[in-house]
Each structure stands twice: as C-alpha cells, then as structure tokens.
C-alpha cells in the first residue's frame, strides 16, 4: 500500500529553520502532484505549498518568501524548508500526494515554534 513518512518536525525558536522531509513508497512518485499541509489546533487543514510533477510550485500567501517545497523524484522524497518561522506556523504538518485521482496523507509530524 502506499506509504508517505514524514519527518524533520520538532520544537524551535522564531527566526530560526527547520526542514521536513516526505518518504514515499508505492506510488509513480515523478507523476503525482505533491504537498505538503498544516492543521493547527482548534483549525482547518490547510495548503501550505504544492509542488507538480513539472516542478512547478505554489505557495500559501502566509509562507511565500519564507518556505521552498522541493521534490526529489530519484529518491521519491518531498521536502519543505522552512525559514524564518514564527509562532503561528505552529502547527501539525502533513504531506499529501494525489495520484491516478487519489488523495494520500502521511501522519504529520508536528512543528512547534516557540516566541
């Protein structure tokens, strides 16, 4: 079955940087659509950045500037770096592939950024 792992999370301050990684298996991983996504407590998922099978990426308006989705399609692998975090981008981070039509999630790993 398909198995997407993230990893990276953790607790930091503001200002500082943190990446998080998407291990993917199972999946055409060079033709699926990719993103990654953040749930805060008490708030709706939400899209924090997409990245297609061209390479072509799209942003939140709260992170533009500040975090880069990439994807690595030889070792089937999403990242998102993430600089200069502030608080409320705390929050439990999720990577999403769509392929063949189908949504998959990963089980988030969570971020936390401290003031």
């Known amino acids: 079955q398909v198995q997407l792992v993230e990893s990276g999370g953790g607790l930091v301050q503001a200002g500082t940087s943190l990446t998080l990684s998407c291990a993917t298996s199972?999946?055409?991983?060079?033709?699926?659509?990719m993103a990654w996504y953040r749930q805060a407590p008490g708030k709706q998922r939400e899209l924090v950045a997409a990245?297609?099978?061209?390479?072509?990426?799209n942003y939140a308006d709260s992170v533009k500037g500040r975090f880069t989705i990439s994807r690595d399609n030889a070792k089937s692998t999403l990242s998102l770096h993430m600089n200069s975090l502030k608080p409320e981008d705390t929050a439990v981070y999720y990577c999403?592939?769509?392929?063949?039509?189908?949504?998959?999630w990963g089980q988030g790993t969570q971020v936390t950024v401290s003031s």
């Open positions: 999403n592939a769509n392929f063949l039509g189908r949504d998959f």
């Open positions: 199972r999946i055409s991983f060079s033709i699926a659509a």
């Open positions: 990245i297609n099978r061209g390479g072509t990426t």
